[in-house]
């Protein structure tokens, strides 16, 4: 039978990589390993199409985590759970509110892109639930998945050489929030005062896997 299982790559002596065929399988897998845990395991970093399982070697060992990981997905893809899992993972957690500036310099471009009004781009942006799929790039930088398919845009041809910390932004299906000043490519939309980063606050970051944001649109002062 087929499965969303790639492989399962050993990283080192206490990392397996489970390799799959997209990110809906990733949070799929993700949360159903989180919601029954196999013996051993430590902590679950997910990425686009891998999910890295951190373990215990005196709890478990490679070929057995991988067994039980292998099984586990099986079991999602035979029940049609895989897109069910991942479709539910933002009603599963508190919902965080981040209230967003709609004046970002591509918004007119982004709705000539679209074919939508400036305040269609905002309504599209603002309905969804968004759930943190994984982080990267940047510390507290978040890829957050729940994006109108409208809006599900190319980065910019020519990436800006500083996007200023809180923009708002969309690229290839997912939307972010820059929580420092850094070069950039994504179509910024907007911008938030919330702090994303803040070394004494645990976590540090705002925005971890998992974490179901919502965008409230702000009227510019």
Do not use: C
Request: charge should be negative; aromatic fraction near 6%.
């Amino acid at each position: 039978m087929k499965t969303p299982l790639r492989g399962a790559r050993r990283m080192g002596s206490t990392a397996l990589l489970a390799e799959l065929d997209d990110l809906t399988d990733v949070l799929a897998l993700r949360d159903a390993l989180q919601q029954q845990p196999p013996s051993g395991v430590r902590e679950l970093v997910t990425a686009a199409r891998t999910l890295l399982i951190t373990y215990d070697p005196s709890a478990t060992t490679h070929n057995t985590l991988a067994q039980a990981v292998s099984e586990r997905a099986a079991e999602l893809h035979e029940e049609g759970k895989t897109s069910a899992a991942a479709q539910n993972t933002a009603q599963a957690h508190d919902v965080l509110v981040v209230p967003v500036r709609y004046d970002g310099p591509d918004l007119d471009d982004v709705a000539e892109l679209t074919g939508l009004s400036v305040p269609e781009v905002i309504a599209r942006h603002t309905s969804p639930l968004y759930t943190v799929a994984f982080t990267g790039f940047a510390p507290g930088f978040g890829y957050l998945v729940g994006t109108d398919p409208v809006l599900s845009l190319p980065r910019r041809a020519e990436p800006r050489t500083a996007v200023p910390a809180g923009a708002v932004a969309v690229a290839g299906g997912f939307t972010g929030i820059y929580p420092r000043s850094s070069p950039g490519g994504w179509q910024l939309l907007g911008a938030t005062e919330i702090p994303l980063w803040d070394q004494d606050r645990d976590p540090p970051a705002l925005l971890t896997p998992g974490a179901t944001v919502r965008f409230v649109a702000q009227e510019a002062p």
